[in-house]
């Protein structure tokens, strides 16, 4: 494998399931992100890990919990969701944080829908 | 002030034709302004960027052109080919690693 992968590629959960999102990363980068990406509207960024410790967090529900076992890594556990989260949940990653803004590269994606 | 206002929504553009698509920011603190193309079931890829310190950026056939006055930028796509069609994000930033996107432009280039 190459580049950033995430599994599974589309979930269907009802609100009151309990699922995971998995990215891997296989470029050395050090830095992870969670993008939520809905129809017509910016990529909104929701989390940012730097050497697995987590860097950012922006205003996201509690029903989403991130988890960054390492730098290859990223998970998101989902519980409880609701109908308005279904999305495409990308993950990205990037060589690094600081000294300037850096590629980000992002996986294809995790197709969400909340029945 | 975050915002970053990108058109039009939608695009279409005869083959061999000119793709134009336009950003506009209002925080003059961005110092960062790439391209991301996204295709159907990927996700997106950084196209090209360009600095404020430069009016112009050309990678083959696509172009950056930025106007540090008027607050915009534009992304130029020439010979269009309908291997292009895909999904176009601006973004920009300020000197860090988070990206203030736009809300994408869906370009369709018809044969």
């Known amino acids: 494998e190459t580049g950033v992968t995430q599994t599974p590629r589309h979930l269907v959960m009802g609100m009151t399931n309990k699922k995971s999102l998995k990215c891997e990363q296989h470029?050395?980068?050090?830095?992870m992100y969670w993008y939520k990406q809905s129809a017509k509207k910016p990529l909104e960024l929701m989390f940012v890990?730097?050497?697995?410790?987590?860097?950012e967090n922006n205003s996201v529900p509690s029903r989403f919990s991130p988890e960054c076992p390492n730098s290859s890594h990223l998970f998101l556990h989902l519980h409880t969701l609701q109908p308005e989260d279904s999305a495409l949940y990308l993950c990205?990653?990037?060589?690094?944080?600081?000294?300037?803004?850096?590629?980000?590269?992002f996986g294809p994606g995790t197709r969400l829908t909340v029945l | 002030q975050q915002q970053v206002k990108q058109s039009p929504q939608s695009l279409i553009v005869q083959k061999g034709g000119i793709s134009i698509i336009n950003c506009a920011y209002e925080n003059t603190a961005f110092d960062y302004f790439p391209w991301y193309q996204q295709f159907p079931g990927k996700g997106p890829a950084l196209l090209i960027a360009i600095r404020p310190d430069v009016s112009e950026k050309k990678e083959g056939r696509f172009t950056i052109s930025f106007n540090k006055s008027a607050k915009q930028f534009s992304l130029h796509i020439m010979d269009s080919q309908p291997g292009d069609s895909a999904t176009y994000f601006c973004?920009?930033?300020?000197?860090?690693?988070?990206?203030?996107w736009g809300a994408g432009t869906k370009l369709i280039i018809k044969p």
């Open positions: 470029l050395g980068h050090n830095a």
């Open positions: 973004a920009a930033s300020w000197g860090n690693y988070q990206l203030i």
């Open positions: 990205a990653s990037s060589l690094r944080l600081a000294g300037g803004p850096d590629t980000q590269y």
């Open positions: 890990y730097n050497f697995k410790e987590q860097t």
